[in-house]
């Protein structure tokens, strides 16, 4: 019952910070897109100028964001991402994005998802039916070729899981562990590799504190690692506040992606908490240069889960859109679904005593997209 008082409670500005983090992401994925791969610019040069890899139209979002709107659209009912069900259909949807919608892909993801896919179409042939129609099947494969990619590649802990867990941090607000487990499933869909995990479980704890304490820690989640891995990582996340952003450009591998997001993060923040956060932070991110996009997916993330939809840009919140035919309001709609999901998901489940109706979850679930509606508007 604590943790259903705990959700049914949440505050407004908790909505709002919620409703932040997959608009954050694609503000900073769009802000990064011309960026990506070139010449590194100055800090406050970044505008949305589209281009890049898709090649997209100015306020586009990249697969970082397309590939977290797969995640999103599972989340968004309140699924368990620890649940088998669950991991494949999020694993459904990567192979539905890669051969349908996909405008640019990494060459892990990409491959990690032919090779399931290959898998999925034999046991589909074998059982007379179309891979569409097959339920099972789809987590298995994914497991088995994120791990085989694992196993035949020694650099393996590529930033492909990490530029989309923002929203995984989202599905269990009140429960750091099971946030944690989350993360670490939805990663092992692609990636395999431990750092990866590590990464994805510092960062989902990083968004839920934010979202739900209004602050910014990137250290939050440290015990939720092994011995050594807290050892390694700690000195990572001090390597990043020591050091000049600039130093981690080879952001392709999950490290040091993570590095180069908390490093700008750290580097331009206010003594007093201000939105103009949001922007310096992204400017400087995006001024690191290799994969633009995504080192500003990672931080969009956290920043818009610390400072809400009220805190980003108004004229980059009406800019953004992408893949699947999306705009920022839709984006604000599945991140609440999945933050105020999670009440509706435990009213679904036997609690002991008394608990809310169906509709009085719905009902604070609506008051949330109002309040945040609201917000985006402003
Ligand atoms: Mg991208």
Known sequence: MKTMEVVMKLSAAQKDRSAGVLLGQAIGDALGVPYEFKEPITAGDAFMAGGGLGPYSPGEWSDDTQMAVCIAQVSASGADLTNGDALADIAKAFDKWRYNGASDIGNQTSAVIARADSYVMGAAMRASMSKRELDTEWFSAFQAAAAEYAADHPQSAGNGALMRNGVVGLTRLTDRDATAAAARAVAALTHADPL???????HGEAVRVAVTEGRLDIRAGLDLLSDDERAQWSAWIDEAEAEDPKSFSSNGFTVTALQAAWSAIHHTMPVRPTPDHVNDALQLAISIGHDTDTVAAIAGALLGARYGVSGLRHDLRQRVHGWPGMNGRDLIKLALMTATAEAEAIVARPLPGSCPTRTEVL?????????????AQR
């Open 196 to 202: 990866v995990a590590a990464s994805c479980v510092l």
């Open 363 to 375: 009902a604070v679930a609506s008051q949330g997209l109002r309040h945040t509606n609201v917000s």
